[in-house]
Structures are given as C-alpha cells and as structure tokens.
C-alpha cells in the first residue's frame, strides 16, 4: 500500500512538472516558507481559482471568512463554515508550520497571541493571511519574499 501512495505522489510531480503552467505555479507556492509539496498539490488539484479571485473570495473558498451570526438587533459570534474542507484541512496544516517556520506569519500569529487573540482564532487568521499572499503571489507570478506580507 505505501509502495502504491509513494507511486501516485511520483505520477502527480510528474505530471505537475510536465505542464509547464503547472510547474510555475508549483515553483511559486512552494517558495512560501511553511508551503510543502502536499499543500502546494492539494492548492493546485482543488483550489484554481487561486490568483484569480479576490483574498475575501479565497477566504470564503477555503472557509476560513467569518461568518456572521446575526438577526435584527442581536450580533451574535463570527464563526468560519464552508468552503472546500480537503483544501482546508492541508492549509490548516501549512500555518502550522508557517508559524513555526515563517518568520513575517510567526511574527503574525505571535502579535495575535501578544494581543489577547485565542490560538485557534490566531491560526484562523494565519490561515487568512497565508492564502491572502499566496494570492496576491500567484498574481503578481512572483516568488515568496518576505515583503510581499504588505501586499
């Protein structure tokens, strides 16, 4: 069964490598520090709208925009639902590493943290923040610079 998974995931480099528009957009999502080959296939296979929308947009694609949960005078709490949960779940685990390994969403996540935010709330927000600039990246068809967080 590994021998078979280790196969498939050769088949998908290939494949990816011999698109050449596929092969750009790998070479550019994995440039961001915390992105690795499984996130950067996931973002590929189920997320082509990335660089074409809007950060608000991905957000909701991905499911990770606030929700409101209001009626007439009562604002109740924002909470994240929808969005595509395959794509979610390895973005989920990207900002991990990204606050680990990444040093502008460290510094991110830690000010969050600093400031009083939840962890969970603060990872949401990573999350946010890590499509928001894989967005803008893939746009602007420029690599990862440490920079590019103000975009």
């Not at 998908?12 to 050449?20: H, K, Q």
């Not at 590493?97 to 040093?103: G, I, L, R, S």
């Amino acid at each position: 069964m590994l021998r078979q998974i280790a196969a498939l995931d050769r088949l998908i480099v290939r494949l990816i490598d011999a698109t050449p528009a596929f092969a750009e957009r790998n070479r550019i999502i994995r440039s961001m520090p915390g992105v690795g080959p499984a996130t950067a296939v996931r973002l590929l296979a189920s997320l082509p709208e990335l660089g074409t929308a809007s950060a608000k947009q991905m957000a909701c694609l991905v499911g990770v925009a606030p929700i409101a949960n209001d009626s007439g005078n009562r604002r109740g709490a924002r909470h994240i639902s929808g969005g595509r949960h395959d794509v979610r779940k390895v973005v989920y685990m990207a900002a991990l590493v990204a606050t680990k390994h990444n040093p502008a969403l460290r510094a991110f996540y830690e000010r969050l943290c600093a400031a009083g935010k939840p962890k969970k709330l603060a990872l949401v927000a990573v999350i946010r923040k890590l499509i928001g600039i894989l967005n803008v990246m893939l746009q602007r068809n420029q690599m990862w610079r440490p920079t590019t967080l103000k975009a």
